[in-house]
């Protein structure tokens, strides 16, 4: 298994501000995921960020809007560039473990945007 | 296109009773189905996964079946106990390329499991 730290756990911000979230495993590990979750959806994830490259964005979501960094095999951040009151949502980290594809988050960070 | 749905978006059940959440898929790519349990202000939670070339696997209370030439999955939770009440989340797992994995995700069952 894997333990992830990620914080701020929530966070109230002003639109037009940007918020910066981190997140911190206990092992090195090669891809780490950036998922958000709006209120009654399931889980979308934003991006995958590997070490040492550029991170790869899924369809909707962009760098400028999403810029995320990974400067290690043990941590990343994702900034939630511009914010507008539609980004309030959970942010959740991820990892996959070593065993059979299960995948380890972090407790998330509760983004309100006012 | 939601390729991994969860058509109930809630259950109740009565502690000590049997809960049966259900999850369809889509995809045929998908190698390994996964559950997880996600409680509120808390990240989600893995609970059993189910290789695509099994059709059941056991951890305690919890049993995954899958039937793949349905493409359907359900996890049995028995004896239902009031701390299982939580949002259960059905997710596959497919590569992507090289090494690489993306989970896609269904929309969740809120259980409610009753005293």
């Known amino acids: 298994s894997a333990v992830i730290s990620q914080k701020p756990s929530r966070d109230i911000c002003q639109r037009g501000t940007s918020l910066t979230i981190q997140c911190q495993v206990d092992?090195?590990?090669?891809?780490m995921f950036w998922y958000r979750q709006q209120p009654g959806q399931s889980l979308t994830l934003i991006a995958t960020a590997n070490q040492g490259s550029e991170a790869t964005y899924e369809s909707g979501f962009v760098i400028d809007k999403f810029p995320i960094s990974r400067p290690n095999l043990t941590f990343s951040t994702l900034t939630v560039s511009n914010m507008s009151p539609e980004d309030s949502s959970i942010y959740l980290c991820s990892v996959f473990g070593t065993g059979t594809g299960e995948a380890f988050f972090g407790q998330g960070t509760r983004l309100t945007v006012v | 296109d939601q390729q991994v749905k969860q058509n109930s978006p809630s259950l109740s059940v009565q502690e000590g009773r049997i809960s049966i959440l259900n999850c369809d898929y889509t995809?045929?790519?998908?190698?390994?189905f996964l559950w997880y349990k996600k409680y509120p202000a808390e990240g989600p939670t893995f609970l059993i996964s189910i290789s695509s070339i099994k059709d059941k696997n056991e951890d305690g209370r919890f049993t995954v079946f899958l039937n793949k030439s349905a493409k359907h999955l359900s996890l049995h939770i028995v004896p239902s106990q009031p701390g299982d009440s939580a949002v259960y989340f059905c997710a596959a797992s497919v590569s992507s390329g090289g090494n690489n994995r993306k989970l896609i995700w269904g929309l969740g069952t809120s259980l409610a499991v009753n005293p």
């Open positions: 092992s090195q590990v090669t891809m």
């Open positions: 995809n045929s790519m998908f190698d390994y």
